[in-house]
């Protein structure tokens, strides 16, 4: 079956610590995208990925890095430089705009982290 | 500024109270409406895709509705199961597939 992959489901962060959050997929999108998730807030856009080897800031890009070396893999990076990191973390992809299906995003099921 | 805005933010069902939730946004060139469910500690699934206002679309006891500034999605006699949180999203006319996402409607139905 077609879906995206997070890993892992949990993760702790000691302070000063970087941590990456894995996500792949196997649907043939071209497009990937992070976005995170706090109590109370709409997600929030961190990058985004619309072919391999090229990557766009979102909204919220301060303190987190990306790599789009495949199609398939998408990494999040979240470095000591981003101060609030506990949140939860969804990865998602999408075809490109002309192959666009009505499905908007694909999702993965998340990666909860949390500072300690 | 594209803004999606969700009503009300925690909705409390009894099995069976039919009821509807609300999501206005403000986008220009809407390309696409979308909602999800999203159930605790799990990433969004797909419900709707709505494109153009007066378009319908059902699913079980839901139903989702657009005009040019809202969308309704109207649970008919809802069970337990439907609890979950339920997002709406847009899409605008940018060049890529960015969604703006609202923060969300969170519907809990006790038996």
């Known amino acids: 079956d077609g879906g995206i992959t997070q890993s892992p489901k949990y993760l702790f962060r000691k302070e000063g610590q970087n941590v990456t959050l894995s996500c792949e997929q196997n649907l043939n999108h071209d497009a990937m995208y992070w976005y995170r998730q706090d109590p109370g807030q709409g997600l929030r856009l961190i990058y985004y990925s619309q072919i391999v080897n090229d990557f766009q800031k979102g909204d919220i890009a301060e303190g987190y890095s990306v790599s789009r070396e495949k199609k398939e893999s998408f990494p999040l990076t979240v470095t000591s430089a981003q101060k609030n990191p506990t949140a939860f973390y969804l990865c998602?992809?999408?075809?490109?705009?002309?192959?666009?299906?009505?499905?908007?995003?694909?999702f993965g099921s998340g990666t909860r982290l949390t500072v300690v | 500024e594209d803004q999606v805005t969700q009503s009300p933010e925690a909705l409390r069902l009894q099995e069976g109270e039919s009821s509807s939730l609300n999501c206005s946004y403000t986008?220009?060139?809407?390309?696409?409406l979308f909602w999800y469910r999203q159930d605790p500690g799990k990433g969004p699934e797909f419900l709707f895709t709505l494109y153009s206002a007066g378009e319908e679309k059902e699913k079980e006891r839901l139903k989702a509705t657009l005009t040019k500034k809202e969308s309704f999605l109207h649970i008919t006699a809802p069970k337990p199961e439907d609890s979950a949180t339920y997002l709406c999203?847009?899409?605008?006319?940018?060049?890529?597939?960015?969604?703006?996402f609202g923060a969300g409607t969170r519907l809990a139905v006790h038996p």
């Open positions: 986008v220009s060139g809407l390309r696409g």
């Open positions: 999203a847009v899409q605008g006319p940018g060049g890529y597939n960015k969604l703006i």
């Open positions: 998602a992809s999408s075809a490109r705009q002309r192959q666009q299906t009505n499905y908007g995003y694909t």
